[in-house]
């Protein structure tokens, strides 16, 4: 079973973003669109998936967002993204981690904040 990540962030999560979480840790590493480009994948140099992420979507005040996570939809926090990774890799979770602090959001991993 996949590793989950979620972002909540005041802005989208946009390619720029994915290239600063990828270069912290490796120049190494690939980033390639997929499922027509409705998600970006980040793939080491062994051609293996680290993370991928979906596209970002506007959530409000109300939507039930905090059922799912400890978290209200607020102006600083109006964008919901998700990600997934190997459970087997802390790699992913700290690419997630970087993009997270690229857009001044906050990582849910599983659910937790990270």
């Known amino acids: 079973m996949p590793r989950d990540f979620v972002i909540t962030s005041p802005r989208?999560?946009?390619?720029?973003?994915?290239?600063?979480?990828v270069a912290e840790n490796s120049l190494d590493w690939e980033i390639r669109t997929i499922w027509g480009n409705g998600a970006v994948q980040v793939v080491g140099s062994d051609g293996?998936?680290?993370?991928?992420?979906l596209r970002s979507i506007?959530?409000?005040?109300g939507s039930g967002v905090d059922r799912l996570l400890p978290v209200t939809p607020t102006a600083l926090h109006s964008y919901w993204t998700e990600?997934?990774?190997p459970?087997?890799?802390l790699v992913g979770v700290q690419v997630a981690h970087n993009i997270a602090k690229a857009v001044g959001g906050e990582l849910f991993v599983n659910g937790v904040p990270a």
Do not use: F, I, N, W
């Not at 989208?12 to 979480?21: E, F, H």
């Open 87 to 89: 459970t087997d890799s």
């Open 12 to 21: 989208p999560v946009d390619l720029a973003d994915q290239l600063l979480g």
């Open 83 to 85: 990600a997934y990774g």
């Open 58 to 61: 506007v959530v409000e005040a």
């Open 48 to 53: 293996q998936a680290v993370l991928t992420v």
